[in-house]
């Protein structure tokens, strides 16, 4: 079994790893959330970006399922999240998705071993 030739449980360090992800993509959520109010930054983004946050918060749900379980930066995508104020609730649960993608990787490649 791989966790008696790393020394350490496998899908325990999965689970770290997957949580320390999660919790990232949390963090960056507080930081577009927080960034946003900054006047000169809410302009250029609604100036630059306005239809994409019109969209984001339509179909933000839908995003964050993709990233979370997909190679795209869930991390940016959770930080536009916060700036297009996206409900915190719905980006938490569906974050979760986040845990699924690690462990259906380690099961993959665990296999493969």
């Known amino acids: 079994e791989l966790s008696y030739q790393i020394g350490v449980n496998a899908w325990l360090l999965?689970?770290?790893l997957a949580t320390l992800s999660y919790a990232g993509?949390?963090?960056s959520y507080y930081i577009g959330y927080k960034i946003i109010s900054i006047p000169s930054v809410h302009k250029w983004a609604l100036t630059s970006y306005g239809e994409l946050f019109s969209?984001?918060?339509?179909w933000g749900g839908f995003f964050v399922v993709i990233s979370a379980l997909l190679p795209v930066p869930f991390s940016i995508v959770l930080l536009i999240c916060g700036a297009t104020r996206y409900p915190f609730k719905w980006v938490v649960y569906l974050g979760l998705f986040r845990f699924l993608r690690f462990f259906l990787y380690a099961v993959f490649l665990f296999t493969l071993v």
């Open 14 to 16: 999965v689970g770290l």
């Open 25 to 27: 993509g949390l963090f």
């Open 55 to 58: 969209n984001l918060k339509k």
